[in-house]
Nanobody, 115 residues
Framework: QVQLVESGGGLVQPGGSLRLFCTASVSIEGIYATDWYRQAPGKERDLVATISRGGSTNYADSVKGRFTISRDNAKNTLLLQMNSLKPEDTAVYYC?????????WGQGTQVTVSS
């Protein structure tokens, strides 16, 4: 059973930074794509950023230029560096990986941006 465990969330003021971590119980090196999603209260879960096995990245328009997704294959960890945070970035952030036809999700980590 694949497990994904997120950490690094918290409360931060607008304009601040946070780094999220997602550690997998298996090697992520061979996983084609890994992603970060977020879900704000009363809203659907939306894709934030994706990184492929080869290192290609894609971002939601709302976070381009502020967020950076990366992978540390040696540590089986997916990261999300979030800078210039805004109140509208407040959400529960989830990491996701698809292995063959199975989707795996972490339990989520809360990010709150407020003064």
């Amino acid at each position: 059973q694949v497990q994904l465990v997120e950490s690094g969330g918290g409360l931060v003021q607008p304009g601040g930074s946070l780094r999220l971590f997602c550690t997998a119980s298996v090697s992520i090196e061979g996983i084609y794509a890994t992603d970060w999603y977020r879900q704000a209260p009363g809203k659907e879960r939306d894709l934030v950023a994706t990184i492929s096995r080869g290192g290609s990245t894609n971002y939601a328009d709302s976070v381009k230029g502020r967020f950076t997704i990366s992978r540390d294959n040696a540590k089986n960890t997916l990261l999300l560096q979030m800078n210039s945070l805004k109140p509208e970035d407040t959400a529960v952030y989830y990491c996701h990986a698809q292995i063959y036809r199975t989707h795996y999700w972490g339990q989520g980590t809360q990010v709150t941006v407020s003064s």
